[in-house]
């Protein structure tokens, strides 16, 4: 929507020109914000597998509780599972 805005007021780059650039600068920040946290997610998911990197997957599981609903769930899911003794043990942390 936003370069469809710039796009069409370029010529005289008043208010509407303006209002693009914002669109398209405040949703390429948000898009790359949220391609890393998936990149990262993968990451812990991967971590969470080989059982290793505690901190990390505690550090992501907050951070997923910023986006949607899914991730709220996954996140408060995951910092449960996590500050359980036998999970803590699987890490080689103290329970």
């Known amino acids: 929507m936003g370069l469809f805005i710039f796009n069409n007021e370029f010529e005289d780059f008043d208010n509407f020109g303006l209002t693009g650039l914002i669109f398209v600068t405040i949703g390429s920040v948000i898009f790359l914000f949220l391609i890393g946290l998936g990149i990262l997610t993968i990451l812990a998911g991967k971590y969470l597998g080989e059982r290793r990197k505690y ?18 769930l996954l996140g408060i899911f995951t910092i449960i599972e996590l500050n359980k003794p036998n999970v803590k043990r699987l890490f080689g942390k103290p329970a």
């Open 55 to 72: 901190d990390f997957i505690f550090v992501i599981a907050i951070l997923n509780c910023l986006t949607g609903i899914l991730g709220i």
